[in-house]
């Protein structure tokens, strides 16, 4: 086709290209069409359907974020679940002093991640060692950097609950609005610094322990034979599943407007999905132990935490009834006469 001379060289349009069905679907839900739902509303006032669901959705998620920290204590719990399991990975390979030091060091990660969530300057620090620093993940030949990582698909945002890139459209609306504009645009910034430091912040420096403790290590025992590039992208794959940043090539759900509707109605697609990978990794694949280790460390260090939490409160351990998470349903309350067993909210 025709092409045009840029400051980068010449850009103009390519030949056409058959793809398998599956690369189809990736690449148009990626730049296919915006999708609608259609309009609705009086001739001359009607209004984008999707448009107002992804207002609402917006606002709700934005809402829920916004002063909660209850993403921040979502993946400091992560942070445990991996640091503990790298360190039964350890014990398993032989190596028992770096399983201490990833116990006794995991503390001081869970700090950094709160000092990472208010701190521009450790922001971009994670940035520069994640964009450009050379040095493997960790001391071995084959190990990749987190660059490379990156660069084979790993993910610092959760793409199905909020896009990092947000207006302030309330402040933006208002701006001349001069008795409202100002405390709006205040909010506004407010819930943009908190943002940048949960997707900036929280979200990398997890990845990054997740994949120095457990992913990485794990995957270089796995596979022996495999080289720095093919350890980086399944590093990439699951490291992303482990913090629910699947990306457009992960995703089951692949139609673009499908996909925007559900964005808008589900806190997060995302964390479903990547669940439900987890589990199923845990019985097929090839990742069985690496979700083993992750879920058994898991178990570990929920214990140690209740431990502490009813030491600090009751001066005693926990009991050991509070291990069980299922008790058995008395006969006559029984839902539909069916399920045998229940939760135990003790």
């Not at 116990?103 to 521009?120: E, M, W």
């Not at 509707?261 to 999905?273: K, Q, R, V, W």
């Not at 845990?282 to 939490?309: C, P, S």
Request: glycine letters at 8%.
């Amino acid at each position: 086709g025709a092409s045009r001379k840029t400051e980068l060289g010449y850009a103009g349009y390519t030949q056409r290209w058959m793809v398998p069905e599956k690369i189809a679907e990736t690449l148009e839900s990626i730049y296919g069409p915006r999708p609608s739902l259609g309009k609705l509303g009086p001739e001359g006032r009607q209004v984008d359907v999707l448009g107002v669901i992804s207002t609402v959705g917006g606002t709700a998620k934005r809402a829920k974020l916004f002063g909660s920290l209850f993403q921040q204590v979502d993946f400091s719990a992560r942070t445990g679940f991996a640091s503990f399991g790298g360190a039964l990975d350890d014990l398993l390979a032989g190596k028992p002093v770096s399983a201490v030091a990833k116990v006794v060091k995991l503390p001081k990660d869970i700090v950094d991640l709160a000092v990472a969530n208010v701190s521009a300057k450790r922001r971009a620090a994670i940035r520069e060692e994640m964009l450009f620093s050379a040095k493997p993940i960790i001391d071995d030949p084959r190990a990749p950097t987190y660059r490379e990582v990156r660069d084979a698909g790993q993910l610092t945002q959760d793409i199905s609950l909020i896009s990092k890139q947000i207006e302030d459209s309330i402040a933006g609306a208002l701006k001349e609005e001069r008795a409202l504009g100002a405390p709006l645009r205040l909010v506004a910034r407010v819930n943009r610094a908190m943002q940048d430091g949960l997707f900036d912040g929280v979200y990398p420096a997890a990845q990054q322990k997740a994949l120095r403790n457990l992913v990485v290590p794990r995957l270089l025992r796995q596979h022996p034979q495999w080289t720095r590039t093919q350890i980086a992208g399944e590093a990439a794959r699951q490291v992303n599943t482990m913090f629910s940043t699947l990306g457009n090539y992960q995703m089951v759900v692949r139609n673009r407007g499908a996909k925007a509707l559900l964005h808008n109605l589900i806190f997060s697609t995302n964390e479903a999905e990547s669940l439900l990978r987890q589990a199923g990794s845990l019985a097929v694949g090839q990742n069985k132990q690496l979700w083993a280790e992750y879920y058994i460390g898991g178990l570990f260090f929920l214990g140690l935490v209740a431990n502490t939490i009813h030491f600090a409160a009751t001066g005693e351990p926990l009991p050991f009834e509070r291990y069980q998470p299922l008790e058995r349903v008395p006969e006559g309350q029984r839902a539909l006469g069916v399920v045998p067993v229940r939760y135990r909210r003790d």
